[in-house]
T-cell receptor, first 112, second 115 residues
Framework: AAGVIQSPRHLIKEKRETATLKCYPIPRHDTVYWYQQGPGQDPQFLISFYEKMQSDKGSIPDRFSAQQFSDYHSELNMSSLELGDSALYFC???????????FGQGTRLTVV | KQEVTQIPAALSVPEGENLVLNCSFTDSAIYNLQWFRQDPGKGLTSLLLIQSSQREQTSGRLNASLDKSSGRSTLYIAASQPGDSATYLCAVRSLYNNAGNMLTFGGGTRLMVKP
């Protein structure tokens, strides 16, 4: 069965650079969520989209933005990267807002 | 604001033992609760989903219960195996701004099953 696809799997950027993370949800899933997981921490909610509209916003820095496109894939854009942005970034998808969420394998971002 | 707590933070057991992982949440206004497994540096694998109207869900050797009124869930693992070693996370989907669109995670229980 198709799963949530994230790309790239690994990314190394320098401070003050920008990064774009991509997420391809499970087919027919209309909801996408982004989470950030620092070393030894639990995942922290960043932002979510339902039917291509932002549905909720968590602890996402102003330097970050995201959107969901017409084909339901989503991109997380991160600018002015800081060392503290180094983390695993997960995307999850679900059909509708209240059903089981499935997570991708994550993108490991390292800022040097 | 929803807060999710998992106890214990770490657990080491010999192979074959039955064990219980605990999850508690502060706000009982939830849509559902999910249990995940995470191997080091890897993604989250969904194990069980319990809707707010349900009391328990079973999948193989796993059984999850939900007591919404008391804000508690347990994950029971029967006949544990070394391959069960991982971090187990519970996550609650809260009623937030009238939309159940965010999962709040607990800190996880790091399980090690020794052969």
């Amino acid at each position: 069965a198709a799963g949530v696809i994230q790309s790239p799997r690994h990314l190394i950027k320098e401070k003050r650079e920008t990064a774009t993370l991509k997420c391809y949800p499970i087919p027919r899933h209309d909801t996408v969520y982004w989470y950030q997981q620092g070393p030894g921490q639990d995942p922290q909610f960043l932002i979510s989209f339902y039917e291509k509209m932002q549905s909720d916003k968590g602890s996402i820095p102003d330097r970050f933005s995201a959107q969901q496109f017409s084909d339901y894939h989503s991109e997380l854009n991160m600018s002015s990267l800081e060392l503290g942005d180094s983390a695993l970034y997960f995307c999850a998808s679900s059909f509708n807002l209240n059903t089981e969420a499935f997570f991708g394998q994550g993108t490991r971002l390292t800022v040097v | 604001k929803q807060e999710v707590t998992q106890i214990p933070a770490a657990l080491s057991v010999p192979e074959g033992e039955n064990l219980v992982l605990n999850c508690s949440f502060t706000d009982s206004a939830i849509y559902n609760l999910q249990w995940f497994r995470q191997d080091p540096g890897k993604g989250l694998t969904s194990l069980l989903l319990i809707q707010s109207s349900q009391r328990e869900q079973t999948s193989g050797r796993l059984n999850a219960s939900l007591d919404k009124s008391s804000g508690r869930s347990t994950l029971y693992i029967a006949a544990s195996q070394p391959g069960d070693s991982a971090t187990y996370l519970c996550a609650v989907r809260s009623l937030y701004n009238n939309a159940g669109n965010m999962l709040t995670f607990g800190g996880g229980t790091r399980l090690m099953v020794k052969p």
